[in-house]
């Protein structure tokens, strides 16, 4: 019974002890909120209202007031070249790496951070010698990804396969940039006449990524150049199965080849098949050259008329105008001449090719979109939108 009697005075000790260990943890949850300097939260009001200038100005003063945060310094780091302060966010970030007080686990981050900084003020060589040490370390993947952007960049091809091929995993394999880098090889060494190593070039391409439709243009030239015209023509029309978007790109080539097999009519007869099954390629101003010259401008008149009722466009339109000139009167001509020139001048601002990515627009072509760094994300053929 004693026993007992001590337990149920033990009862009350228990929850008074814990009542007054959490009245010392609210005390010293209220004490560290009412420390943090009013410039934080002013910082912080004025990222989320997107004025940078004084989030970078308030969150200056509280890391100035408490040095031993180097998180806030951290972030003020990004902060300063977000904003375009490249040289402040350098000297920040290097006088962090030369603080003794700076934790082991966030020295690589600053590193990271500092060769980002030298990358986005242009000094590349510095970002790449700071990037190559972190390989080993716990940002090593931060550090690739870096490289892998330096090396295209630099158009380092080389390098970059190598980077890439480091940097697959499941979530993203890199077949197709690599692909791609493969290609920029074969181009240069087409370029100067070294016809076995771009094949050889291109076969690495394919290995990669068997879908690769510039691997199959390149092809296609290394065939033409060295005189095997069908074969030119069977890389050319494999595209088809690829991706037939892009077989506007090669209309023109397959034309050629036809061409200089004496066969100029089944070129056309190609490019009109593509056409008609295809509306959305780009062939009516090819097509009604081409016809023109072998058939005649009646035959190229029906040929573009065919087009743009099937698929009316800008371009098509100010072809029909233009081939039917002759025909009208000389009230009736300088009437069509000012409706063609204004298509012609809204055709010229409106065909544009675009990133699929970013919708970076551009009137010439690129494989790799200048503004995000996808590849291959250009429409193929320029809309009118």
Not at 159 to 181: G, N, W
Not at 205 to 214: E, G, H, L, P, Y
Not at 304 to 322: D, F, K, T
Request: overall charge negative; hydrophobic content about 40%.
């Amino acid at each position: 019974m004693e026993l007992d009697l001590w337990w149920l005075l033990l009862f009350p000790a228990f929850f008074g002890l814990g009542w007054f260990a959490a009245r010392v943890d609210m005390r010293t949850v209220l004490k560290q909120a009412k420390s943090v300097p009013t410039g934080y939260y002013r910082g912080l009001d004025a990222l989320v209202e997107d004025k940078t200038d004084i989030a970078a100005q308030a969150l200056a003063e509280v890391a100035r007031q408490q040095t031993s945060t180097p998180e806030l310094q951290h972030t003020l780091g990004k902060l300063y070249r977000k904003r375009g302060e490249n040289d402040r966010a350098i000297r920040l970030h290097q006088r962090m790496l030369e603080s003794p007080d700076l934790p082991s686990e966030l020295r690589d981050a600053v590193r990271n951070e500092l060769a980002q900084d030298f990358r986005k003020a242009g000094l590349v060589d510095r970002a790449e010698e700071i990037l190559v040490q972190l390989l080993s370390g716990n940002m090593a993947l931060a550090a690739r990804r870096q490289l892998l952007d330096i090396y295209q960049q630099d158009r380092d091809w080389k390098k970059a396969i190598e980077t890439a091929r480091e940097l697959r995993s499941d979530a993203h394999s890199f077949q197709h940039e690599v692909a791609q880098f493969y290609c920029e090889l074969a181009q240069a060494e087409l370029h100067r006449s070294n016809l076995a190593e771009a094949r050889q070039l291109v076969g690495e391409a394919f290995a990669s990524n068997r879908k690769c439709v510039r691997a199959s243009l390149i092809l296609g030239d290394i065939e033409f150049a060295e005189g095997n015209v069908p074969a030119a023509i069977a890389a050319w029309q494999g595209i088809e199965k690829q991706n037939f978007e892009y077989l506007a790109m090669a209309a023109e080539r397959l034309f050629d080849a036809y061409e200089k097999l004496g066969k100029p009519l089944e070129g056309i007869a190609l490019l009109r098949g593509y056409q008609q099954t295809f509306p959305q390629l780009e062939l009516t101003d090819l097509l009604y050259q081409k016809i023109a010259t072998y058939e005649g401008e009646t035959r190229a008149l029906e040929a573009v008329r065919e087009a743009v009722h099937a698929r009316p466009s800008l371009s098509g339109v100010y072809r029909l105008i233009e081939s039917q000139m002759d025909e009208l009167s000389p009230e009736g001509r300088m009437d069509a001449e000012v409706a063609r020139a204004l298509l012609f001048k809204h055709a010229q601002r409106l065909s544009v090719h675009r990133c699929k990515c970013c919708n970076f627009r551009s009137r010439a072509f690129f494989w790799h979109c200048p503004a995000c760094g996808e590849w291959e994300s250009f429409t193929a053929n320029r809309s009118e939108s």
